[in-house]
């Protein structure tokens, strides 16, 4: 079985951006959303994208961004990946993939079955679906998780990943109860809200790699 894929997200310093990178990471993110503790001005985050080698994709997170933010996001950052957090349809995410050839995922909160079936309108109109915590305090990036049994017999004609409250600690569980081909963390390896532990990160990768 081919091993699961990585995603560190929330990176905002070279030193843990860089961590990310030699612990294996497949995916590293990068957050453009002003209320957040992990916000990056798109300036930082085109500085962070140069320590990337390209072997490791670029994730921009945005939530409901202006056509003008999205536009100068790319011309930026130059992402990968820009994964939506907001309410934006199947149809701008579809419109998006064929105007920029960007890849384009879409969180999904879940909270029961009933959110998964929900999910199944983007399924053409995204690369990936990630399914994580409904929204609490912000849109992602809460470090709370949801009810991984829902996804057991999950099966999805889109490629999906998991995150929520994923920890070192937790995620050889998620990913054996749930078969995730991805998985996504920020808080759970951080000290603090905004604070990335290089420690932790490394933990991730290896626990998540090895499951
Ligand atoms: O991290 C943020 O602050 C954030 C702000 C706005 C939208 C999304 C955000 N983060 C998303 C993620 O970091 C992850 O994709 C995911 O939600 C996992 O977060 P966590 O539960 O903290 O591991």
């Not at 497949?26 to 390209?54: I, N």
């Not at 011309?75 to 064929?98: I, K, M, N, W, Y």
């Not at 759970?188 to 933990?203: F, R």
Request: aromatic share 6%; charged share 20%; net charge neutral.
């Amino acid at each position: 079985m081919p091993s699961t894929l990585v995603k560190i997200c929330g990176l905002s310093t070279a030193e843990t951006l860089t961590a990310a990178v030699r612990a294996g990471a497949d995916y590293v993110g990068l957050v453009h959303f002003e209320k957040s503790p992990r916000h990056l001005s798109l300036t930082e985050a085109a500085r962070l994208r140069q320590l990337v080698p390209p072997q490791v994709k670029v994730v921009v997170l945005v939530v409901n961004p202006s056509p003008a933010t999205l536009a100068e996001a790319l011309r930026e950052v130059r992402p990968d990946v820009v994964q939506f957090h907001g309410q934006e349809t199947p149809e701008a995410l579809a419109r998006f993939r064929s105007d920029t050839g960007v890849e384009a995922w879409r969180a999904m909160g879940v909270r029961d079955a009933e959110s998964l079936a929900e999910a199944a309108r983007f399924h053409r109109a995204a690369d990936l679906l990630l399914f994580d915590a409904p929204a609490s305090g912000l849109p992602g990036g809460n470090g709370t998780r949801f009810d991984w049994s829902l996804l057991g017999a999950y099966k999805s004609p889109t490629p999906w990943g998991l995150a929520g409250g994923l920890t070192p600690a937790n995620v050889a569980d998620a990913i054996r109860l749930t078969g995730a081909p991805l998985v996504d963390t920020s808080s759970g390896v951080e000290s603090a809200p905004g604070v990335k532990d290089v420690d932790k990160i490394a933990a991730f990768c290896k626990a998540a790699q090895s499951a």
